[in-house]
């Protein structure tokens, strides 16, 4: 019961994270006025707006006009749940110890999802990544490394210089390439990955990253040179590629399976 609570808890934060990127930076509110259809304006009942089960009911299409709903909400009312339950899986633990510390540590790591979620959807959009997501991602960040949380942390070892040793690498090649390599706030991105997860693990996620990153460009390019994609999305291979969701989705991978690709915990 705890797993299913917490799974439509992610998935109805997941539906109010697809509105703040709706409208964000468009003078809407966040939390006051009803969503519509982009087709045809129709609002959108209580009933059609249910996290998961609202666009298996309406088979992905406005009641109204019929025409398509984006994946978009129900991967990420998907992603968000399921971020939930494995942040609860990780964190169990620390109930044996203290219910406080347990509640404390799980709201920081929602509170910093939460922000992941914003970062990867903004940056898949737009190409570009807010301060005012990245700002509170690091302030959080911070606070996750210096409390005692009892996952894989010292506080009190090279950890605390992990945030500004990602960073700069990232920094230096947006100095040199004068931003046209890589984007400042990816290495913004990289000070919190940082913190949290130190640097044995954070090192580990970037080199991750660059995989993934790399893997994701050529599958694409080749599929975009066969034609598989024609048309699709706007696509060409001339696109422009944002670096941030690489980044994310690398985070997530070694903050549940923490990897050293170097050995370096034989020495820090």
């Known amino acids: 019961m705890v797993i299913v609570f917490l799974f439509s808890l992610g998935a109805i934060v ?8 709706l409208r964000f930076n468009t003078g809407r509110s966040f939390v006051s006025g009803r969503s519509g259809c982009f087709s045809c304006g129709k609002k959108i009942a209580w009933y059609e707006n249910i996290p998961l089960i609202s666009f ?13 709903i984006s994946w978009q909400y129900p991967c990420i009312e998907f992603v968000t749940g399921g971020l939930f339950v494995l942040g609860f899986l990780k964190f169990e633990f620390l109930l044996n110890s203290s219910v406080w510390v347990f509640l404390i540590t799980y709201k920081l790591f929602i509170l910093s999802l939460c922000f992941l979620v914003l970062i990867f959807l903004y940056d898949l959009k737009h190409k570009i990544i807010p301060n005012e997501f990245i700002y509170p991602l690091i302030f959080l960040s911070g606070i996750m490394l210096l409390f005692p949380q009892g996952v894989f942390m010292r506080p009190e070892s090279i950890d605390l210089l992990a945030g500004p040793i990602l960073f700069l690498p990232f920094f230096l090649l947006w100095l040199v390439s004068r931003g046209r390599w890589i984007g400042f706030a990816d290495g913004k991105l990289a000070w919190a990955m940082g913190w949290l997860l130190g640097l044995v693990h954070g090192l580990s996620a970037v080199v991750l990253a660059f995989w993934i990153g790399a893997g994701f460009v050529l599958v694409l390019f080749a599929m975009l040179k066969l034609g598989f994609l024609k048309g699709f999305l706007g696509l060409t291979m001339k696109s422009e590629v ?3 969701p690489f980044l994310i989705v690398a985070l997530l991978i070694a903050y549940f399976i923490p990897m050293d690709f170097f050995n370096l915990s034989l020495f820090l």
């Open 14 to 21: 997941g539906s109010f994270l697809n509105v703040v990127i």
């Open 56 to 68: 298996l009911f309406l088979r992905g299409r406005c009641s109204a006009c019929k025409s398509k």
């Open 242 to 244: 944002p670096f941030g």
